[in-house]
T-cell receptor, first 113, second 112 residues
Framework: AQSVTQLGSHVSVSEGALVLLRCNYS??????LFWYVQYPNQGLQLLLK??????LVKGINGFEAEFKKSETSFHLTKPSAHMSDAAEYFC???????????FGSGTKLNVKP | EAQVTQNPRYLITVTGKKLTVTCSQN?????MSWYRQDPGLGLRQIYY???????DKGDVPEGYKVSRKEKRNFPLILESPSPNQTSLYFC???????????FGQGTRLTVV
């Protein structure tokens, strides 16, 4: 079975500061891992995904995430936050049972001027 | 443009009045799914469909029905809505060898 834990339902950073959103997963099979972003009143947009290969994955808008199997983690980072990054971020996992994505409970990112 | 389209975007209804939320995708994806999003709970899967006429329950199927008569459409049916079904609903279809989910814009449903 798969599950996802996102630490911190709310994260606040200053503009220009490092963004770190944490995601840990449990999976009985090699996972596919995803980060989605949701802007207010909008659907979910894929930021990045890890399927196979390089464990450091780069996504849109300057975000990246690193798959660490030993830590069962897939934390999302961005070196310098912009005001436009304020949104809710969801980590998700799917295994070889592609019927289902398991989502974390989400982290709302607030960016202070 | 590849997209998943849900309608309506917003809906207020009364308890017990049957409603349908439509979902259509133009990517010829076989797999489609419905989720509900509630604060602090993330997205939870309601139903999914692996192909035409093939549907199955997700984690929270009670009170919902679906149908998949054609590949592009996957409507969500609430036969007798109740206030605990007030939520934000998302339809998704799966592409790229089932490694990426494309989401609709969401339907905010309020049942009074």
């Amino acid at each position: 079975a798969q599950s996802v834990t996102q630490l911190g339902s709310h994260v606040s950073v200053s503009e220009g500061a490092l963004v770190l959103l944490r995601c840990n997963y449990s999976s009985s099979v090699p996972p596919y891992l995803f980060w989605y972003v949701q802007y207010p009143n909008q659907g979910l947009q894929l930021l990045l995904k890890y399927t196979t290969g390089a464990t450091l994955v780069k996504g849109i808008n300057g975000f990246e995430a690193e798959f660490k199997k030993s830590e069962t983690s897939f934390h999302l980072t961005k070196p310098s936050a912009h005001m436009s990054d304020a949104a809710e971020y969801f980590c998700a996992v799917s295994g070889n049972n592609f019927n289902k994505f398991y989502f974390g409970s989400g982290t709302k990112l607030n960016v202070k001027p | 443009e590849a997209q998943v389209t849900q309608n309506p975007r917003y809906l207020i209804t009364v308890t017990g009045k049957k409603l349908t939320v439509t979902c259509s995708q133009n990517m010829n994806h076989e797999y489609m799914s419905w989720y509900r999003q509630d604060p602090g709970l993330g997205l939870r899967q309601i139903y999914y469909s692996m192909n035409v006429e093939v549907t199955d329950k997700g984690d929270v199927p009670e009170g919902y029905k679906v149908s998949r008569k054609e590949k592009r459409n996957f409507p969500l049916i609430l036969e007798s809505p109740s206030p605990n079904q007030t939520s934000l609903y998302f339809c998704a279809s799966l592409g790229h060898a089932n490694t990426e989910a494309f989401f609709g814009q969401g339907t905010r449903l309020t049942v009074v």
